[in-house]
């Protein structure tokens, strides 16, 4: 195949919702650079943004973590109109429906130290006994509980539906996406000069975010760079219970339970970090009777009687240091930047990283939010940055 040389201002390597708002924020603040996306599997089908749970949650330790959820969520709610193309709405489902950490009495004061950190960041954030739990959801069992918080400005919203509204109104502004697959980064010094495409294609260009999640790491190796990101396998199941349960918000416990109701049913599952790292797409059809069913009916004995009717896996990008994403230009390379690493937390905080990447892109530094600590030194130092309690 006869080689191609083209340009741009701003490769961006992966076009699911993190790279798409990376798009969008660019051409919408400079309208005159060239925004190309590359996307190997561009109808999504092992995509991990539609295969994610769609929560959206104020609910970390972090101030880094709670600002971009601020923001995140603010913009999730005007997402249909300011993300409408031809006069035709962005709808992405979103209910803010709330959020509920749950926890046993030995992570009592940490629960509370982040309640503390979110409320003095202007989150609505609720301290909840455990007899107040009980008393806004009878049908829990709270007897091994010992606090809890309740975030009723939170909720989950419709996954796919955001990658498609990040990427059409990215198209609409003028941003490209091409349908292909990165195979090679020339890299020339301190920076990457092109990438060579597998279509026989090559883009030369000014600045290269990686935003390949799951894949990141194979992107980085493509400049001799090393990175903790893995793909991790995690299972969203929809099920249902044939016992009336009260409306219930998006729940969380720290042995990383995490479900929300979902139509006639629920969906959700039980994560597991002792997951091989590896691209992982089969269905271990024991999973949800070994680990998924028994954690549920713990807390709720109405999920005694429960039937999985569908488990769709996904992969995070799960960063092994510590969970958190890696933020901007990696190893001394001056246009090389990482956007990976997020852990699960890709698509809640899409828009604030989608925003503070153009911004660093486009004026060097941070505007927005800072996200200095989120950069590559501590992946150079080995010192984690970890989020405490529940993640």
């Given at each position: 195949?006869?080689?191609?040389?083209?340009?741009?201002?701003?490769?961006?390597?992966?076009?699911?919702?993190?790279?798409?708002?990376?798009?969008?924020?660019?051409?919408?603040?400079?309208?005159?650079?060239?925004?190309?996306?590359?996307?190997?599997?561009?109808?999504?089908?092992?995509?991990?943004?539609?295969?994610?749970?769609?929560g959206?949650?104020?609910?970390?330790?972090?101030?880094?973590?709670?600002?971009?959820?601020?923001?995140?969520?603010?913009?999730?709610?005007?997402?249909?109109?300011?993300?409408?193309v031809?006069?035709?709405?962005?709808?992405?489902?979103?209910?803010?429906?709330?959020?509920?950490?749950?926890?046993?009495?030995?992570?009592?004061?940490q629960?509370?130290?982040?309640?503390?950190?979110?409320?003095?960041?202007?989150?609505?954030?609720v301290?909840?006994?455990?007899?107040?739990?009980?008393?806004?959801?009878?049908?829990?069992?709270?007897?091994?509980?010992?606090?809890?918080?309740?975030?009723?400005?939170?909720?989950?919203?419709?996954?796919?539906?955001?990658?498609?509204?990040?990427?059409?109104?990215?198209?609409?502004?003028?941003?490209?996406?091409?349908?292909?697959?990165?195979?090679?980064?020339?890299?020339?010094g301190?920076?990457?000069?092109?990438?060579?495409?597998?279509?026989?294609?090559?883009?030369?260009?000014?600045?290269?975010?990686?935003?390949?999640?799951?894949?990141?790491?194979?992107?980085?190796?493509?400049?001799?760079?090393?990175?903790?990101?893995?793909?991790?396998?995690?299972?969203?199941?929809?099920?249902?219970c044939?016992?009336?349960?009260?409306?219930?918000?998006?729940?969380?416990?720290?042995?990383?339970?995490?479900?929300?109701?979902?139509?006639?049913?629920?969906?959700?599952?039980?994560?597991?970090?002792?997951?091989?790292?590896?691209?992982?797409?089969?269905?271990?059809?024991?999973?949800?009777?070994?680990?998924v069913?028994?954690?549920?009916?713990?807390?709720?004995?109405?999920?005694?009687?429960?039937?999985?009717?569908?488990?769709?896996?996904?992969?995070?990008?799960?960063?092994?240091?510590?969970?958190?994403?890696?933020?901007?230009?990696?190893?001394?390379?001056?246009?090389?930047?990482?956007?990976?690493?997020?852990s699960?937390?890709?698509?809640?905080?899409?828009?604030?990283?989608?925003?503070?990447m153009?911004?660093?892109?486009?004026?060097?530094?941070?505007?927005?939010?800072?996200?200095?600590?989120?950069?590559?030194?501590?992946?150079?130092?080995?010192?984690p940055?970890?989020?405490?309690?529940?993640?």
């Open positions: 195949m006869p080689e191609t040389t083209d340009s741009t201002d701003v490769l961006i390597v992966g076009g699911g919702a993190v790279g798409a708002a990376v798009a969008y924020f660019l051409r919408l603040r400079d309208p005159s650079i060239d925004v190309t996306v590359v996307e190997r599997d561009p109808t999504y089908e092992l995509a991990s943004t539609p295969r994610a749970s769609g959206v949650r104020r609910l970390f330790s972090l101030p880094e973590n709670i600002a971009l959820s601020r923001y995140s969520i603010d913009f999730f709610e005007r997402f249909p109109a300011t993300m409408a031809d006069a035709v709405p962005a709808e992405i489902g979103f209910h803010k429906n709330w959020y509920l950490f749950i926890v046993p009495p030995p992570h009592v004061e629960l509370r130290r982040n309640h503390d950190t979110q409320r003095e960041l202007g989150c609505d954030v301290w909840l006994e455990p007899e107040e739990l009980g008393q806004r959801f009878p049908s829990m069992y709270t007897g091994d509980l010992g606090a809890a918080v309740l975030s009723p400005d939170d909720g989950w919203l419709d996954p796919y539906a955001v990658l498609m509204g990040f990427r059409k109104k990215a198209l609409a502004l003028g941003a490209t996406f091409l349908p292909d697959h990165v195979i090679g980064l020339d890299r020339h301190s920076a990457v000069r092109a990438a060579r495409l597998a279509s026989g294609r090559v883009l030369r260009t000014g600045q290269v975010v990686n935003a390949a999640g799951a894949w990141a790491k194979d992107v980085c190796a493509m400049v001799d760079v090393k990175v903790p990101i893995e793909p991790l396998r995690r299972y969203e199941h929809y099920f249902e044939q016992d009336p349960i009260e409306p219930l918000p998006y729940l969380k416990d720290i042995q990383r339970l995490a479900f929300r109701p979902e139509g006639r049913g629920y969906s959700g599952g039980v994560p597991t970090l002792a997951e091989p790292r590896r691209a992982n797409f089969g269905v271990d059809r024991n999973y949800f009777e070994d680990a069913w028994p954690a549920l009916a713990h807390r709720f004995p109405q999920f005694e009687r429960t039937k999985c009717l569908n488990t769709l896996p996904g992969l995070y990008d799960q960063n092994d240091l510590d969970g958190n994403v890696i933020f901007g230009p990696v190893a001394g390379l001056e246009n090389f930047h990482l956007l990976a690493g997020f699960g937390h890709g698509l809640m905080h899409a828009p604030g990283c989608g925003r503070a153009a911004e660093l892109l486009l004026t060097g530094g941070f505007e927005t939010i800072d996200l200095t600590r989120f950069g590559w030194q501590r992946i150079h130092d080995g010192t940055l970890r989020e405490q309690g529940i993640l």
